[in-house]
Protein backbone atom coordinates (compact mmCIF):
# COMPACT_ATOMS: atom_id res chain seq x y z
CA UNK A 1 0.00 0.00 0.00
CA UNK A 2 1.15 3.54 -0.93
CA UNK A 3 3.17 5.29 2.01
CA UNK A 4 0.75 8.10 1.81
CA UNK A 5 -2.13 6.12 2.34
CA UNK A 6 -0.54 4.57 5.68
CA UNK A 7 -0.87 7.88 7.06
CA UNK A 8 -4.21 8.13 5.90
CA UNK A 9 -5.49 5.94 8.97
CA UNK A 10 -8.91 4.97 6.88
CA UNK A 11 -11.48 2.41 8.64
CA UNK A 12 -14.77 1.76 7.59
CA UNK A 13 -18.12 1.41 9.05
CA UNK A 14 -21.14 -0.76 7.54
CA UNK A 15 -24.12 0.17 6.59
CA UNK A 16 -27.26 -2.39 6.27
CA UNK A 17 -30.53 -2.38 4.87
CA UNK A 18 -33.69 -3.18 6.84
CA UNK A 19 -33.08 -6.97 6.35
CA UNK A 20 -29.23 -6.37 7.97
CA UNK A 21 -27.42 -6.80 4.85
CA UNK A 22 -24.48 -4.71 4.21
CA UNK A 23 -25.02 -2.69 0.99
CA UNK A 24 -22.05 -0.38 1.57
CA UNK A 25 -19.62 1.09 3.91
CA UNK A 26 -18.83 4.10 4.58
CA UNK A 27 -14.73 5.48 4.45
CA UNK A 28 -13.25 7.05 7.56
CA UNK A 29 -10.25 8.70 7.66
CA UNK A 30 -9.02 10.89 10.09
CA UNK A 31 -5.48 13.21 9.75
CA UNK A 32 -3.96 15.89 10.81
CA UNK A 33 -4.35 17.52 7.79
CA UNK A 34 -7.87 18.34 6.81
CA UNK A 35 -7.16 18.31 2.81
CA UNK A 36 -5.69 14.83 3.12
CA UNK A 37 -9.07 13.53 1.49
CA UNK A 38 -8.46 15.59 -1.69
CA UNK A 39 -4.66 14.50 -1.64
CA UNK A 40 -6.37 10.74 -1.68
CA UNK A 41 -8.66 11.27 -4.64
CA UNK A 42 -6.51 13.05 -6.29
CA UNK A 43 -3.52 10.68 -5.61
CA UNK A 44 -1.98 8.07 -8.11
CA UNK A 45 -5.47 6.50 -9.83
CA UNK A 46 -4.20 2.78 -10.02
CA UNK A 47 -3.59 2.82 -6.02
CA UNK A 48 -7.25 4.52 -5.40
CA UNK A 49 -8.73 1.74 -7.18
CA UNK A 50 -6.85 -0.44 -4.76
CA UNK A 51 -7.65 0.98 -1.98
CA UNK A 52 -11.12 1.46 -2.43
CA UNK A 53 -12.02 -1.91 -4.00
CA UNK A 54 -10.05 -2.91 -0.51
CA UNK A 55 -11.91 -1.54 1.68
CA UNK A 56 -15.28 -2.21 0.23
CA UNK A 57 -14.69 -6.05 -0.49
CA UNK A 58 -16.66 -8.67 1.23
CA UNK A 59 -17.30 -12.48 0.64
CA UNK A 60 -21.05 -13.30 0.96
CA UNK A 61 -22.38 -15.75 -0.26
CA UNK A 62 -20.26 -17.84 -2.00
CA UNK A 63 -18.47 -14.59 -4.38
CA UNK A 64 -16.69 -11.53 -3.59
CA UNK A 65 -18.03 -8.56 -4.25
CA UNK A 66 -17.18 -4.82 -3.96
CA UNK A 67 -20.17 -2.68 -2.66
CA UNK A 68 -20.21 0.94 -2.58
CA UNK A 69 -18.14 3.08 -0.85
CA UNK A 70 -19.61 6.34 0.99
CA UNK A 71 -17.02 9.35 0.99
CA UNK A 72 -17.40 12.63 2.58
CA UNK A 73 -15.92 15.49 0.33
CA UNK A 74 -15.54 18.90 1.13
CA UNK A 75 -17.71 22.06 -0.58
CA UNK A 76 -14.36 23.14 -2.17
CA UNK A 77 -13.69 19.62 -3.19
CA UNK A 78 -16.83 19.59 -5.19
CA UNK A 79 -17.00 22.75 -6.68
CA UNK A 80 -12.92 21.75 -8.58
CA UNK A 81 -14.46 18.81 -9.89
CA UNK A 82 -11.55 16.78 -8.55
CA UNK A 83 -13.44 13.24 -8.01
CA UNK A 84 -11.53 10.44 -10.13
CA UNK A 85 -12.85 8.67 -12.90
CA UNK A 86 -13.89 5.98 -10.68
CA UNK A 87 -17.07 3.86 -11.19
CA UNK A 88 -19.70 5.22 -10.45
CA UNK A 89 -21.30 2.53 -9.08
CA UNK A 90 -18.42 2.10 -6.56
CA UNK A 91 -18.54 5.81 -5.03
CA UNK A 92 -21.47 8.26 -3.37
CA UNK A 93 -20.23 11.67 -2.73
CA UNK A 94 -21.53 12.49 0.89
CA UNK A 95 -21.90 16.12 1.27
CA UNK A 96 -22.14 18.46 5.01
CA UNK A 97 -25.32 20.70 5.08
CA UNK A 98 -23.54 23.07 7.22
CA UNK A 99 -23.03 24.91 4.40
CA UNK A 100 -24.66 27.93 2.15
CA UNK A 101 -26.64 26.14 -0.41
CA UNK A 102 -25.68 28.45 -3.84
CA UNK A 103 -26.51 27.84 -7.07
CA UNK A 104 -22.75 27.02 -8.04
CA UNK A 105 -22.64 24.60 -5.40
CA UNK A 106 -26.07 23.04 -6.93
CA UNK A 107 -24.74 23.22 -10.23
CA UNK A 108 -21.44 21.07 -9.50
CA UNK A 109 -23.10 18.30 -7.08
CA UNK A 110 -25.94 18.44 -10.19
CA UNK A 111 -22.74 17.47 -12.32
CA UNK A 112 -21.76 14.23 -11.05
CA UNK A 113 -25.59 13.48 -10.43
CA UNK A 114 -25.97 13.35 -14.01
CA UNK A 115 -22.53 12.03 -14.49
CA UNK A 116 -23.53 8.68 -12.30
CA UNK A 117 -22.65 9.70 -9.05
CA UNK A 118 -25.31 8.99 -5.94
CA UNK A 119 -25.04 11.85 -3.72
CA UNK A 120 -26.02 11.97 0.53
CA UNK A 121 -26.88 14.81 2.60
CA UNK A 122 -24.81 14.11 5.81
CA UNK A 123 -26.12 14.99 9.15
CA UNK A 124 -29.46 15.98 8.02
CA UNK A 125 -32.26 18.85 9.45
CA UNK A 126 -34.94 19.19 7.48
CA UNK A 127 -35.97 22.97 6.02
CA UNK A 128 -37.09 24.44 3.05
CA UNK A 129 -33.90 25.79 2.23
CA UNK A 130 -32.59 22.19 1.28
CA UNK A 131 -35.47 21.82 -1.04
CA UNK A 132 -33.34 22.13 -4.19
CA UNK A 133 -30.59 20.36 -2.48
CA UNK A 134 -32.93 17.19 -1.71
CA UNK A 135 -34.17 17.46 -5.49
CA UNK A 136 -30.41 15.79 -6.55
CA UNK A 137 -29.97 13.54 -3.14
CA UNK A 138 -30.35 9.84 -3.13
CA UNK A 139 -29.76 9.50 0.42
CA UNK A 140 -30.18 11.60 3.75
CA UNK A 141 -28.43 10.46 6.41
CA UNK A 142 -30.13 11.50 10.07
CA UNK A 143 -28.01 11.41 13.41
CA UNK A 144 -30.54 9.92 15.67
CA UNK A 145 -29.08 10.71 18.97
CA UNK A 146 -29.55 14.42 17.85
CA UNK A 147 -33.06 14.38 17.71
CA UNK A 148 -35.95 13.02 19.53
CA UNK A 149 -38.38 10.51 18.21
CA UNK A 150 -41.01 13.05 17.15
CA UNK A 151 -38.75 15.63 15.48
CA UNK A 152 -36.97 12.79 13.50
CA UNK A 153 -40.23 11.53 12.47
CA UNK A 154 -41.05 14.79 11.38
CA UNK A 155 -38.23 14.86 9.39
CA UNK A 156 -39.06 11.81 7.46
CA UNK A 157 -42.48 13.36 7.22
CA UNK A 158 -40.99 15.95 5.15
CA UNK A 159 -38.74 14.18 2.68
CA UNK A 160 -41.56 11.82 1.63
CA UNK A 161 -42.27 13.84 -1.62
CA UNK A 162 -38.55 13.29 -3.23
CA UNK A 163 -37.06 10.45 -3.94
CA UNK A 164 -34.92 9.55 -1.52
CA UNK A 165 -33.78 6.85 1.35
CA UNK A 166 -33.56 7.81 5.11
CA UNK A 167 -30.61 6.34 6.77
CA UNK A 168 -30.34 6.20 10.41
CA UNK A 169 -26.87 7.28 12.09
CA UNK A 170 -25.55 6.17 15.51
CA UNK A 171 -27.61 3.23 15.81
CA UNK A 172 -26.37 1.75 19.06
CA UNK A 173 -29.01 -1.04 20.09
CA UNK A 174 -30.93 -3.74 18.50
CA UNK A 175 -33.77 -1.85 20.09
CA UNK A 176 -32.82 1.08 18.74
CA UNK A 177 -32.87 -0.65 15.02
CA UNK A 178 -36.46 -1.45 15.79
CA UNK A 179 -37.13 1.55 16.70
CA UNK A 180 -35.97 3.15 13.52
CA UNK A 181 -37.02 0.91 11.37
CA UNK A 182 -40.46 1.69 12.74
CA UNK A 183 -40.74 5.09 11.89
CA UNK A 184 -39.20 4.52 8.41
CA UNK A 185 -35.75 4.43 8.14
CA UNK A 186 -34.54 2.13 5.20
CA UNK A 187 -30.49 2.46 5.90
CA UNK A 188 -28.60 1.27 9.16
CA UNK A 189 -25.39 2.63 10.91
CA UNK A 190 -23.48 1.80 14.10
CA UNK A 191 -22.61 -0.19 16.39
CA UNK A 192 -26.52 -2.17 17.39
CA UNK A 193 -24.88 -5.75 15.98
CA UNK A 194 -21.97 -5.41 18.37
CA UNK A 195 -24.24 -4.56 21.26
CA UNK A 196 -25.98 -8.44 23.05
CA UNK A 197 -29.66 -8.48 23.07
CA UNK A 198 -30.01 -9.21 26.60
CA UNK A 199 -32.82 -12.02 27.27
CA UNK A 200 -33.56 -12.81 30.55
CA UNK A 201 -33.37 -16.29 31.32
CA UNK A 202 -31.77 -17.14 28.00
CA UNK A 203 -31.28 -20.50 27.07
CA UNK A 204 -28.25 -21.53 24.89
CA UNK A 205 -28.78 -23.44 21.58
CA UNK A 206 -27.02 -26.74 21.48
CA UNK A 207 -24.71 -25.41 18.64
CA UNK A 208 -23.50 -22.74 21.17
CA UNK A 209 -23.10 -24.92 23.63
CA UNK A 210 -20.94 -26.92 21.51
CA UNK A 211 -19.31 -23.33 20.83
CA UNK A 212 -18.84 -22.94 24.62
CA UNK A 213 -17.62 -26.11 25.07
CA UNK A 214 -14.79 -26.11 22.64
CA UNK A 215 -13.37 -22.72 23.23
CA UNK A 216 -13.70 -23.77 26.99
CA UNK A 217 -11.40 -27.18 25.58
CA UNK A 218 -9.11 -24.48 23.95
CA UNK A 219 -7.85 -22.71 26.71
CA UNK A 220 -6.81 -25.70 28.82
CA UNK A 221 -2.88 -26.11 27.60
CA UNK A 222 -2.91 -29.96 28.12
CA UNK A 223 -6.03 -30.42 26.03
CA UNK A 224 -5.41 -33.30 23.89
CA UNK A 225 -6.03 -33.95 19.93
CA UNK A 226 -9.11 -36.60 21.47
CA UNK A 227 -10.50 -34.35 23.15
CA UNK A 228 -10.85 -31.72 21.06
CA UNK A 229 -11.86 -34.18 18.31
CA UNK A 230 -14.68 -35.47 20.97
CA UNK A 231 -16.07 -32.21 21.10
CA UNK A 232 -16.28 -30.86 17.29
CA UNK A 233 -17.99 -34.25 16.16
CA UNK A 234 -20.85 -33.12 17.72
CA UNK A 235 -21.59 -30.82 15.14
CA UNK A 236 -21.19 -32.31 12.14
CA UNK A 237 -21.57 -29.42 10.07
CA UNK A 238 -18.34 -28.01 12.12
CA UNK A 239 -16.48 -31.66 11.50
CA UNK A 240 -17.09 -31.20 7.76
CA UNK A 241 -16.09 -28.00 7.47
CA UNK A 242 -12.77 -28.47 9.37
CA UNK A 243 -11.69 -31.31 7.45
CA UNK A 244 -12.61 -29.24 4.43
CA UNK A 245 -9.89 -27.03 5.15
CA UNK A 246 -7.30 -29.10 6.36
CA UNK A 247 -7.81 -30.84 3.16
CA UNK A 248 -7.29 -27.86 0.78
CA UNK A 249 -4.49 -26.25 -1.00
CA UNK A 250 -3.53 -23.96 1.43
CA UNK A 251 -1.81 -26.92 3.66
CA UNK A 252 -0.44 -28.89 0.90
CA UNK A 253 -0.73 -32.28 3.30
CA UNK A 254 1.08 -35.13 1.96
CA UNK A 255 -1.69 -37.63 2.87
CA UNK A 256 -5.50 -36.94 2.90
CA UNK A 257 -6.92 -36.46 6.08
CA UNK A 258 -9.92 -38.11 7.22
CA UNK A 259 -10.63 -38.06 10.90
CA UNK A 260 -10.79 -35.03 13.32
CA UNK A 261 -7.96 -36.28 15.03
CA UNK A 262 -5.76 -36.95 12.51
CA UNK A 263 -6.65 -33.32 11.07
CA UNK A 264 -5.52 -31.81 14.96
CA UNK A 265 -2.28 -33.48 15.26
CA UNK A 266 -1.22 -32.66 11.31
CA UNK A 267 -1.79 -29.30 11.88
CA UNK A 268 -1.22 -28.69 15.60
CA UNK A 269 -3.17 -27.18 18.18
CA UNK A 270 -2.06 -24.10 17.80
CA UNK A 271 -3.53 -23.27 14.01
CA UNK A 272 -6.58 -26.19 15.14
CA UNK A 273 -7.25 -23.60 18.26
CA UNK A 274 -7.69 -20.61 15.39
CA UNK A 275 -9.81 -22.40 13.05
CA UNK A 276 -12.18 -23.87 15.24
CA UNK A 277 -12.94 -21.45 17.13
CA UNK A 278 -13.96 -19.25 13.94
CA UNK A 279 -16.04 -21.99 12.30
CA UNK A 280 -17.42 -22.68 15.51
CA UNK A 281 -18.78 -18.88 15.38
CA UNK A 282 -19.59 -18.94 12.36
CA UNK A 283 -22.21 -21.95 12.65
CA UNK A 284 -24.30 -19.04 13.99
CA UNK A 285 -26.61 -18.75 11.18
CA UNK A 286 -29.44 -16.99 12.65
CA UNK A 287 -26.72 -13.49 13.02
CA UNK A 288 -25.46 -11.34 10.19
CA UNK A 289 -22.29 -12.52 8.67
CA UNK A 290 -21.34 -8.67 8.82
CA UNK A 291 -20.82 -9.64 13.21
CA UNK A 292 -18.96 -12.57 12.67
CA UNK A 293 -16.74 -10.31 10.02
CA UNK A 294 -16.66 -7.84 12.32
CA UNK A 295 -15.18 -10.41 14.70
CA UNK A 296 -12.45 -11.84 12.16
CA UNK A 297 -11.17 -8.39 11.56
CA UNK A 298 -10.87 -7.42 15.41
CA UNK A 299 -9.35 -10.89 16.25
CA UNK A 300 -6.73 -10.78 13.39
CA UNK A 301 -5.80 -7.42 14.04
CA UNK A 302 -4.92 -7.86 17.50
CA UNK A 303 -3.03 -10.83 16.58
CA UNK A 304 -1.34 -8.83 13.67
CA UNK A 305 -0.12 -6.25 15.92
CA UNK A 306 0.87 -7.85 18.86
CA UNK A 307 3.41 -9.85 16.35
CA UNK A 308 5.47 -6.45 16.14
CA UNK A 309 4.89 -5.84 19.57
CA UNK A 310 7.37 -6.90 22.53
CA UNK A 311 5.38 -8.49 25.69
CA UNK A 312 2.04 -9.36 23.78
CA UNK A 313 1.91 -12.80 22.66
CA UNK A 314 -0.12 -13.26 19.18
CA UNK A 315 -2.28 -16.02 20.06
CA UNK A 316 -3.76 -14.15 23.20
CA UNK A 317 -4.49 -11.19 21.12
CA UNK A 318 -5.95 -13.53 18.95
CA UNK A 319 -8.49 -14.61 21.63
CA UNK A 320 -9.04 -11.71 23.12
CA UNK A 321 -10.59 -10.06 19.76
CA UNK A 322 -12.50 -13.25 19.14
CA UNK A 323 -13.51 -12.97 22.57
CA UNK A 324 -14.47 -9.46 23.34
CA UNK A 325 -17.65 -9.73 20.50
CA UNK A 326 -18.42 -13.16 21.48
CA UNK A 327 -21.60 -12.02 23.47
CA UNK A 328 -23.13 -10.61 21.19
CA UNK A 329 -23.07 -13.38 18.80
CA UNK A 330 -24.56 -15.21 21.18
CA UNK A 331 -26.46 -12.99 22.93
CA UNK A 332 -25.82 -14.07 26.36
CA UNK A 333 -24.11 -11.36 29.19
CA UNK A 334 -20.18 -11.19 28.97
CA UNK A 335 -19.70 -12.16 32.60
CA UNK A 336 -21.17 -15.29 32.00
CA UNK A 337 -19.66 -15.52 29.11
CA UNK A 338 -15.96 -15.64 30.14
CA UNK A 339 -17.40 -17.71 33.25
CA UNK A 340 -18.26 -20.53 32.01
CA UNK A 341 -15.05 -20.56 29.81
CA UNK A 342 -12.33 -19.97 32.43
CA UNK A 343 -10.28 -17.88 30.26
CA UNK A 344 -7.22 -15.98 32.03
CA UNK A 345 -7.53 -13.65 34.28
CA UNK A 346 -5.00 -11.39 31.55
CA UNK A 347 -7.98 -12.02 29.14
CA UNK A 348 -10.61 -11.55 31.46
CA UNK A 349 -9.02 -7.85 32.69
CA UNK A 350 -8.07 -7.03 28.64
CA UNK A 351 -11.94 -7.65 27.74
CA UNK A 352 -13.57 -6.20 30.87
CA UNK A 353 -11.70 -3.17 31.30
CA UNK A 354 -9.24 -2.93 28.40
CA UNK A 355 -6.82 -3.46 31.30
CA UNK A 356 -2.95 -4.72 30.74
CA UNK A 357 -1.37 -4.84 27.48
CA UNK A 358 -3.88 -6.80 25.95
CA UNK A 359 -6.21 -4.39 27.01
CA UNK A 360 -4.84 -1.27 25.59
CA UNK A 361 -4.13 -3.12 22.04
CA UNK A 362 -7.69 -4.31 22.15
CA UNK A 363 -8.67 -0.70 22.66
CA UNK A 364 -6.46 1.36 20.59
CA UNK A 365 -7.92 -1.52 17.64
CA UNK A 366 -11.38 -1.19 18.75
CA UNK A 367 -11.17 2.38 18.69
CA UNK A 368 -8.97 2.52 15.00
CA UNK A 369 -11.75 0.10 13.56
CA UNK A 370 -14.75 2.53 14.09
CA UNK A 371 -12.68 5.46 12.89
CA UNK A 372 -13.20 6.80 16.63
CA UNK A 373 -12.83 10.99 15.12
CA UNK A 374 -11.45 11.90 18.64
CA UNK A 375 -8.38 8.87 18.30
CA UNK A 376 -4.91 9.97 17.22
CA UNK A 377 -2.62 7.20 16.79
CA UNK A 378 1.31 8.03 17.78
CA UNK A 379 3.26 8.62 14.24
CA UNK A 380 5.17 5.58 15.22
CA UNK A 381 2.71 3.16 14.93
CA UNK A 382 0.04 4.89 12.19
CA UNK A 383 2.01 2.63 9.45
CA UNK A 384 1.40 -0.58 11.51
CA UNK A 385 -1.80 -0.21 12.58
CA UNK A 386 -3.18 0.98 9.04
CA UNK A 387 -0.90 -2.31 7.52
CA UNK A 388 -2.43 -4.08 9.98
CA UNK A 389 -6.09 -3.36 9.44
CA UNK A 390 -5.53 -3.51 5.64
CA UNK A 391 -4.57 -7.11 6.17
CA UNK A 392 -7.18 -7.79 8.48
CA UNK A 393 -9.70 -6.84 5.97
CA UNK A 394 -7.72 -9.24 3.06
CA UNK A 395 -7.56 -11.85 5.38
CA UNK A 396 -11.30 -11.64 7.06
CA UNK A 397 -12.41 -11.85 3.11
CA UNK A 398 -9.79 -15.16 3.03
CA UNK A 399 -11.19 -16.92 6.02
CA UNK A 400 -14.85 -16.50 4.70
CA UNK A 401 -14.18 -18.05 1.97
CA UNK A 402 -12.04 -21.01 4.01
CA UNK A 403 -15.11 -21.38 6.18
CA UNK A 404 -17.43 -21.37 3.36
CA UNK A 405 -15.38 -24.20 1.80
CA UNK A 406 -17.07 -22.96 -2.37
CA UNK A 407 -13.38 -23.03 -3.51
CA UNK A 408 -12.15 -26.57 -2.06
Known sequence: MDEHFNQLGLSRQPIFDRNLNVVAYELLYHSENGNEVAKFLNGDQEACNVLINNFTSIYDSGTLKSLPAFLNVTESFIKTESLPSLSRHNLVIEIQ?????????????????????????????????????????????????????????????QIQRFKVTALAENVGSYEEYETCYKLGFRLFQGNFLSQPTKIQGKKLTSNQAIVIHLLAALQDEDVTA??????????????????RIVNSAQYNLPNQIENLTQAIIALGLNEINKWATLLALSSNNDKPNEL??????????????????????????????????LDALLGVEQSTLL???????????????YEGKAGKL???????????????????????????????????????????????
Not at 295 to 315: K, N, S, V, Y
Request: proline share 3%; charged share 20%; aromatic share 8%.
Open 362 to 408: LQTVNLYIIGQSSFTLPEELRKLYAEAYFESLRWSNEAMQMMEGSHL
Open 97 to 157: IDQEITPKLLNSLKGYVEAGYRLVIDDFTYSEKYNPLLELAHVVRVDIIKHSQSDISAHLK
Open 339 to 353: GQLSVSEDIVRAISG
Open 226 to 243: ATLSDIICRDPQLTFKLL
Open 292 to 325: IRQILITARMCEFIAQATDGIDPELAFITGVLSI
